[in-house]
């Protein structure tokens, strides 16, 4: 007796047969064991040497491919399909399905087109998913949709089902820290909606020194800590990274426009080091007339341009003094100028 898991965690018991069209359906039975989110072991391959035309039994099941390219199929239930050797075609249908590909170039389908499908990579597998639920894959060269057929190694982002929970506050609510959950609403349902996927959890910790001290760097136990206590607590996650960067001269080295790598350095080493966090936009722009009127007063496209160009081209950030405060010096209009032209 040999055993495999179905896709919602439940370990089944089978007796594996090799019927006439490779499914095995016989002597299934569920001792109640979970599986973890790593790959699932293929059970023995069938003997196969031609191609295998395969549909599970409508309830799910297993199909299990040979050494040709086989054309295989899930049904209305979680599904498990391993393809083996030879370029095969596999599709699983509705439900939650875990499919292997094998060797070979092999091709996943989906019965919807692209823009209705979501695809992302998470823990080495890549998911695809819709309305009619979604398929765990790996050893997938390519996914046919109905309107087009694209590479699975460039369709699909990674995905972070915290950063996700984080950034959609009704979704923290619904499900806490739960990662699968997550995943699963936004493979059949936050892809289409269009729902934002990341979370600045760097400048989570940037602006909260708390969460600095507690964490570290440590951005997995800060997503979580917003989810489950800082959302609720209305705390900040808006830390002006780029000003900070435009502000130390040697993170402009450092770090280029990585506001990630700047927010992070800030909250486990700038503000111990007591660093600024202020660029003075306004004077960059009064004292580099060309700039403002390429960048108009933006001070976040301002921060930029220094930290990009004006810094390595020696343009000044330094306030203009006031003529009040140049009176008050005891400065005629011409040494004013002079001092002007200094770089006051």
Request: charged residues 15%; negative net charge.
């Amino acid at each position: 007796m040999s055993g495999y898991y179905k896709a919602d965690g439940t370990y089944v018991e089978s007796y594996w047969r090799t019927v006439a069209n490779d499914t095995v359906t016989d002597n299934l039975s569920y001792n109640g064991n979970t599986v973890n989110s790593g790959r699932v072991p293929a059970p023995p391959r069938s003997n196969s040497v031609s191609p295998i035309i395969s549909t599970a039994p409508a309830s799910g099941g297993v199909v299990l491919g040979g050494s040709a390219g086989d054309n295989i199929s899930g049904s209305l239930g979680n599904d498990y399909l391993f393809g083996y050797e030879g370029d095969d075609t596999l599709y699983g249908g509705s439900g939650l399905n875990y499919i292997d590909g094998g060797e070979g170039n092999d091709t996943l389908v989906r019965s919807v087109s692209k823009s209705s499908a979501t695809a992302i990579n998470y823990n080495g597998f890549v998911y695809v998913g819709d309305s009619a639920g979604y398929d765990k894959t790996t050893g997938i060269e390519y996914i046919r949709f109905s309107d087009q057929t694209v590479s699975a190694a460039t369709i699909a982002p990674p995905f972070d089902p915290l950063a996700y929970l984080a950034a959609n506050r009704d979704l923290a609510a619904a499900f806490g820290t739960n990662g699968e959950a997550a995943l699963g609403h936004y493979l059949t349902v936050g892809g289409r909606e269009r729902r934002s996927t990341t979370f600045n959890v760097d400048g989570y910790l940037a602006v909260n020194s708390d969460l600095a001290t507690a964490f570290g760097g440590n951005t997995m136990a800060a997503t979580q800590h917003y989810i489950t206590t800082g959302r609720l607590e209305g705390r900040s996650t808006s830390f002006n990274a780029m000003s900070y960067i435009a502000a130390n001269p040697d993170l402009i080295a450092a770090f280029g426009t990585n506001t990630t790598a700047a927010a992070l350095h800030y909250a486990t080493a700038g503000r111990l080091e007591n660093r600024a966090t202020t660029f003075n936009a306004t004077a960059y722009l009064s004292r580099n007339p060309d700039v403002q009127r390429a960048l108009g007063t933006s001070e976040l496209a301002a921060a930029t341009h220094y930290v990009t160009n004006g810094y390595r081209e020696g343009r000044s950030a330094a306030p203009l003094a006031s003529t009040s405060t140049r009176s008050a010096m005891g400065l005629e209009p011409a040494q004013q100028s002079t001092t002007l032209a200094a770089g006051w």
